[in-house]
Nanobody, 117 residues
Framework: QVRLVESGGGLMQPGESLRLSCVVL?????????MGWYRQAPGNQREFVAS???????DYADSVKGRFTISRDIAKNTVDLQMNSLKPEDTGVYYC??????????WGQGTQVTVSS
């Protein structure tokens, strides 16, 4: 079992910025895996948001390109998601996970992001 702890969510207005953080408690697992952020809006399935490889190469869903930035800190075992120019459609519960566990049931509690005027 890999333990993932997400934080940083909140209630935001459109256009504002927010930074999410995820700690992976198993250090060796974190350093050995590509990591991603995902989100689940009410009534929808969980979807991919962004990923970052062990070497730092990032990839993004089209809906967040140019607005979100993913980063990882190996010393802290964290993967962050900087979200700028938030939109109401960014609302959802945000989760981090290793790409290798995307289809597993190993997920953290997530952190709620609500964008509303």
């Amino acid at each position: 079992q890999v333990r993932l702890v997400e934080s940083g969510g909140g209630l935001m207005q459109p256009g504002e910025s927010l930074r999410l953080s995820c700690v992976v408690l198993e250090r060796h697992f974190f350093s050995a895996n590509d990591m991603g952020w995902y989100r689940q809006a009410p009534g929808n399935q969980r979807e991919f948001v962004a990923s970052i490889t062990r070497s730092g190469i990032a990839d993004y869903a089209d809906s967040v390109k140019g607005r979100f930035t993913i980063s990882r800190d190996i010393a802290k075992n964290t993967v962050d998601l900087q979200m700028n120019s938030l939109k109401p459609e960014d609302t959802g519960v945000y989760y981090c996970n290793a790409l290798s566990l995307e289809l597993s049931d190993n997920w953290g509690q997530g952190t709620q992001v609500t964008v509303s005027s």
